[in-house]
């Protein structure tokens, strides 16, 4: 059966961030993607210069509505990432809101971007809009630790507070969590990064259950653009074709962006040349050169359950 899935991001005309990020490999697995692009940039903003238009929310709602009257606002899933503007996020809750009148089936994937260690990236008054507006609607985000304690209010020190923010976070709405990234130590050493999820079941019965997961991903020495967005859409897909199995949805997920971004790193250094470090076009996601591991991962990093 089709699936279909709007997609309110970003859009590049030169490389891979927002919606360049997340459609194609969508598409490669199946997905019918709409796109509405919040903003249209020449390139991302890491580049020296960059040039284009933002979508207001007015104009956001003048396409919805040009899809609605139209009769084709028939979706499964609705994916967002990085906004900055406060009016335009409270017009994606009001369109999720009446798309899941529409479809009471109908999975919200939110990527809660507000920063990362320690300091907002966004302006302050997005977090309320997240935290009182956005992720009560949302049934699957993917915060990295900064922001799941931001969210919830609690400091992650151990492995036992990462699943009580989880706890938090299902309370407040959605029924899977994945901590993208942590300060937590990892087992196998300071190269690797620690990972959690968290994902609430009900079973037949009525009763529920959580299944929780823990896994160690190796570092990479370099600055990505749009590994989140890739990151957000690979779980929206494997939490589709494995949607009791948190544990193999997240090691896909996780094997994707693994083989994408070493793809990506070699054919870097291999341009830069020895000794030299990447310039940001030269550390363009490699997507359409990983069509077989996005189709298809190796497994290489296994999730671990956690109690």
């Not at 299944?211 to 190796?218: F, N």
Request: charged residues 20%.
């Amino acid at each position: 059966m089709e699936c279909r899935v709007l997609s309110i991001q970003s859009h590049v005309v030169r490389g891979y961030v927002g919606n360049k990020s997340a459609s194609f490999p969508l598409q490669v697995l199946g997905f019918e993607v709409d796109s509405i692009n919040s903003v249209q940039f020449s390139n991302h903003t890491g580049y020296s210069h960059w040039k284009g238009q933002v979508l207001t929310a007015d104009e956001l709602h003048v396409l919805y509505e040009g899809i609605r009257l139209n009769n084709v606002h028939q979706y499964d899933y609705v994916l967002t990432g990085y906004t900055r503007d406060t009016s335009f996020l409270e017009m994606v809750v009001d369109i999720v809101q009446e798309l899941k009148r529409d479809n009471p089936n109908l999975v919200y994937v939110c990527d809660p971007v507000l920063g990362d260690h320690g300091s907002m990236y966004v302006p302050q008054n997005l977090y309320p809009v997240y935290k009182n507006k956005v992720v009560p609607v949302a049934d699957i985000i993917t915060p990295n630790q900064f922001e799941a304690e931001l969210l919830t209010g609690k400091t992650i020190s151990t492995e036992k507070d990462a699943v009580e923010v989880m706890d938090l976070l299902h309370a407040m709405g959605p029924d899977t969590v994945v901590i993208t990234s942590s300060d937590l130590p990892a087992r196998l050493g300071d190269r690797f990064l620690v990972s959690l999820g968290s994902q609430r079941h009900v079973r037949p019965d009525g009763s529920r259950t959580t299944e929780r997961v823990r896994l160690e991903v190796p570092k990479v020495d370099a600055v990505f653009v749009g590994t989140g967005d890739l990151f957000a859409a690979m779980l929206l897909a494997w939490t589709h074709h494995y949607p009791n199995d948190l544990k193999m949805a997240c090691e896909k997920t996780f094997s994707v962006m693994h083989h994408v971004i070493q793809r990506t790193i070699s054919y870097a250094h291999e341009l830069a040349g020895p000794g030299r470090r990447p310039s940001p076009p030269q550390l363009e996601l490699r997507m359409v050169q990983s069509k077989a591991d996005i189709e298809d991962p190796a497994i290489v990093t296994e999730a671990t359950l956690i109690s």
